[in-house]
């Protein structure tokens, strides 16, 4: 009996070494096809990375309303040489932010060759004037001496403002306006007095001229739309706005 049992050992064992051997094959045959999916994808990666495909083929700017696109791009340092995984973000966020105008900026990737920039620009309240170039007045009352641009006619000229105080004054009151308002106001004029150094004229687009003072003229000039629809656009004249607000009427020479 003990013979017939070691014999059947023996067969079964003899009877499972091919297919032990057959089931190490298919590993071995496994690993290699992993192996070989691999390298070929590493060469796929390394030829698409070496080729044009992987380079910038659009750059998107969105956000900007004074600033040029062209001249947004040239400051990312972005071409159509920029491989689209090599971009250097951080460089082009500075350069761009670096542009006195623009306050922010966000950039990023859209697969397959698209650089998506977004920008946030300063806003511009007004411009002065001189030696015939024009340079914008930011809400802080700064004034971008290094930056004169074309006269848009969206915002008015901030006229006579010789101190920093009462520059950024009339700035923060023209930024309290609505659009609306703003864009009716041609220009704005500091006339200081002895008895009122807060003494403003304004030159309207419709011909008016109003009378204001400084610290408290962006509340009462939201009423300007309603104050000239009493008025008859005929008969200019100077709209007082003072303690109370009157209408004086230019006489003709």
Known sequence: MEDKTE??????????IPKLKEERKKKANRRLIFYLTI????IAC?????????????????????VPIEEIKEL???????????????????????????ESMTIKRSLPQTVKITVTEFNIIGYTEEKGKYYPVL?????LKDYPMSYRGDRPFILNFDEQAYMEMI?????E?????????????????????????????DGFIVDATLRDFSDKMKNYPSIIAQLDPKEKGIVHMGVGIYFEKIKKK
């Open 171 to 175: 700035a923060t009151q023209l930024n």
């Open 46 to 66: 390394v030829v698409y990375l070496q080729s044009p495909y992987s380079n910038v083929k659009e750059i998107t700017v969105t956000g900007n309303d004074v």
């Open 139 to 143: 809400v802080d009352g700064s004034v």
């Open 177 to 205: 306006l609505p659009e609306h308002v703003l864009r009716l106001i041609s220009e704005v004029s500091w006339e200081p007095t002895k008895n009122n150094k807060n003494k403003i004229l304004l030159y309207m687009n």
């Open 76 to 102: 990312s340092g972005i071409d159509d040489e920029t491989n689209i995984w090599m971009l250097q973000k951080r460089i082009a966020k500075k350069d761009i932010e670096g542009h006195p105008l623009i």
């Open 39 to 42: 390298f070929f994808i590493l």
């Open 7 to 16: 014999e059947k050992k023996v067969i079964s064992i003899e009877d499972r």
